[in-house]
């Protein structure tokens, strides 16, 4: 009896550790009669559904798995817009975003989300990772004289 229930435990154990390991929103490649497109529309539906569920990390491994670069920036701001990560996580945003226009949105809105807690040395981190030279001046200037 003993065996039996130790058994039981093993595979249960085992079919949670299957689903967690295959990540969230996850749509098979492998034997799918979707196309690149319509996996990404899933796997976006799914993230959309299930944010108030998730964590930042979470909400970045599905952008990863998206097929189509495009469609991983658009998942990458949803972490940023919906899921309101930390100051930590929100620069861990900027710095995934595979795009420079949408990296400096994403930094300018973490400037601009933790404005009355940031401090300068922060912010100067974050405006000197702009992609843009232009946008670094403006958010050099903005750490110098916006921060309440």
């Not at 196309?35 to 569920?53: I, W, Y």
């Not at 404005?115 to 912010?123: E, L, Y």
């Not at 974050?126 to 004289?145: E, G, H, L, T, W």
Request: aromatic letters at 6%; a positive charge.
């Amino acid at each position: 009896m003993h065996k039996l229930m130790l058994a039981v435990l093993i595979l249960c154990t085992f079919s949670v550790t299957t689903v967690h390991a295959q990540g969230l929103c996850h749509i098979p490649v492998k034997n799918s009669r979707l196309a690149m497109d319509q996996r990404d529309d899933q796997r976006m539906k799914c993230l959309k559904h299930k944010k108030g569920q998730i964590n930042v990390t979470q909400c970045l491994n599905v952008a990863k798995s998206m097929e189509y670069s495009t469609n991983a920036e658009d998942a990458r701001l949803v972490c940023l817009y919906d899921l309101r990560p930390t100051l930590k996580e929100c620069f861990a945003i900027s710095k995934s975003m595979e795009y420079p226009d949408s990296g400096d949105e994403a930094r300018w809105e973490c400037l601009r989300r933790f404005n009355k807690t940031i401090t300068v040395k922060q912010c100067k981190k974050i405006a000197d990772s702009m992609s843009y030279p232009a946008n670094a001046d403006r958010a050099i200037q903005y750490c110098s004289s916006e921060l309440q």
